[in-house]
Nanobody, 121 residues
């Protein structure tokens, strides 16, 4: 399985971005998925998770109410809508396949290159 995240960029605080993650080499519709991020000098952290059917989602407290995870199985693509962005959201964002649904579920895929989100104040 290979994952390619895209959609990052430079945005002002309060702005929005939509990230995409294309999966190839596997059956996307069977996978629980997640978004992660790693800020400079910090460890990677989970941001959001979605079940394989897409009916359940969960978010880290730091992004709850601002970010939305969703999926398009027909396009084998995972999305993350980022709204009301803050400078502390600046990070490289990654997508991954979870072993099962949940923020704490282990990741079963290698990390792709990620996409950089920079939020200016």
């Amino acid at each position: 399985v290979q994952l390619q995240a895209s959609g990052g960029g430079l945005v002002q605080a309060g702005g929005s971005l939509k990230l995409s993650c294309a999966l190839s080499g596997g059956t996307f519709s069977r996978y629980a998925m997640g978004w992660f991020r790693q800020a400079p000098g910090k460890e990677r952290e989970v941001v959001a998770a979605i079940s394989w059917r897409g009916e359940r989602t969960d978010y880290a407290d730091s992004v709850k109410g601002r970010f939305t995870i969703f999926r398009d199985d027909a396009k084998s693509t995972l999305f993350l809508q980022l709204n009301s962005l803050k400078p502390e959201d600046t990070a490289v964002y990654y997508c991954a396949v979870h072993r099962s649904y949940g923020l704490g579920s282990p990741v079963t895929t290698n990390w792709g290159p990620g996409t950089l989100v920079t939020v200016s104040s």
